[in-house]
């Protein structure tokens, strides 16, 4: 091995280990500098800095995290589910809000769902034509009003994002026959086709190129 390729892959290992690195302190950085601007909203008679003779950095996440939980938690009663029906009225009049906190809403309603309403499983599914196959989500069972008009049985929805938005994609009906179920998470599928395909998940045993072409031929590994 020559010196340059030696120095290019250490190189190209060291880059790989401190970008992501580098990456996620500036953004936990950022964060931290951007929550500690909350506890502007406090009197200056409660703010932390007054008490303490130094700044504690955190302080202000800390104080996000509170406020989020209790107005949860407020909003869960009869009075703050009639306060936020109000508020969303008056934003839906508005034209141009009205779209951005709705995709907003259905987004982050997309990504904290739980049960029914989550995505259940990755699977593969020929799209956008016969001998592609492009990754899905199965979101739940079909409609009835379309199984019962498409008079092909059983259905299950399956939205098929687009790379690197999974936000946006394409929500498609089929048979579970037509779908190839994969046994990577939910979690592994979303990076999957955020990266493009460049971050895989690991490969679970005898699903290797070289396994599978065993399996098929029925060779073994030459020595």
Same mark, same amino acid.
């Given at each position: 091995?020559?010196?340059?390729?030696?120095?290019?892959?250490?190189?190209?290992?060291?880059?790989?280990?401190?970008?992501?690195?580098?990456?996620?302190?500036?953004?936990?950085?950022? +964060?931290?500098? #951007?929550? &500690?601007?909350?506890?502007?909203?406090?009197?200056?008679?409660?703010h932390p800095d007054s008490y303490l003779?130094?700044?504690?950095?955190?302080?202000?996440?800390?104080?996000?995290?509170? !406020?989020?939980?209790?107005?949860?938690?407020?909003?869960?009663?009869?009075?703050?589910?009639?306060? +936020?029906?109000?508020?969303?009225?008056?934003?839906?009049?508005? @034209?141009?809000?009205?779209?951005?906190?709705? $995709?907003?809403?259905?987004?982050?309603?997309?990504? #904290?769902?739980?049960?029914?309403?989550?995505?259940?499983?990755?699977?593969?599914?020929?799209?956008?034509?016969?001998?592609?196959?492009?990754?899905?989500?199965?979101?739940?069972?079909?409609?009835?009003?379309?199984?019962?008009?498409?008079?092909?049985? $059983? !259905? /299950?929805? /399956?939205?098929?994002?687009?790379?690197?938005?999974?936000?946006?994609?394409?929500?498609?009906? /089929?048979?579970?026959? &037509?779908?190839?179920?994969?046994?990577?998470?939910?979690? &592994?599928?979303?990076? +999957?086709?955020?990266?493009?395909?460049?971050?895989?998940? @690991?490969? @679970?045993?005898?699903?290797?190129?070289?396994?599978?072409?065993?399996?098929?031929?029925?060779?073994?590994? @030459?020595?």
């Amino acid at each position: 091995m020559s010196w340059n390729h030696r120095i290019r892959r250490h190189f190209m290992t060291g880059l790989l280990v401190t970008l992501p690195l580098g990456l996620t302190l500036f953004i936990l950085t950022a +964060l931290v500098r #951007f929550s &500690d601007k909350a506890l502007r909203i406090l009197p200056s008679a409660y703010h932390p800095d007054s008490y303490l003779s130094f700044h504690l950095p955190g302080l202000g996440l800390l104080f996000t995290l509170i !406020l989020i939980y209790i107005i949860g938690l407020l909003f869960e009663h009869l009075l703050g589910r009639r306060l +936020l029906a109000f508020w969303e009225n008056v934003l839906n009049r508005i @034209p141009l809000v009205r779209s951005v906190h709705t $995709a907003i809403k259905q987004l982050l309603e997309t990504l #904290f769902s739980q049960g029914d309403q989550s995505f259940r499983q990755v699977v593969l599914i020929e799209y956008p034509r016969p001998g592609l196959q492009a990754v899905g989500f199965v979101t739940g069972k079909g409609c009835s009003e379309i199984v019962k008009k498409a008079n092909r049985g $059983a !259905l /299950v929805t /399956v939205f098929i994002p687009t790379t690197p938005n999974p936000t946006s994609g394409f929500l498609v009906m /089929v048979s579970e026959s &037509d779908l190839i179920p994969l046994e990577m998470s939910v979690e &592994d599928g979303l990076k +999957l086709v955020i990266s493009g395909g460049i971050v895989t998940p @690991p490969e @679970p045993k005898g699903s290797s190129v070289q396994e599978i072409g065993q399996q098929q031929t029925g060779g073994t590994t @030459p020595a």
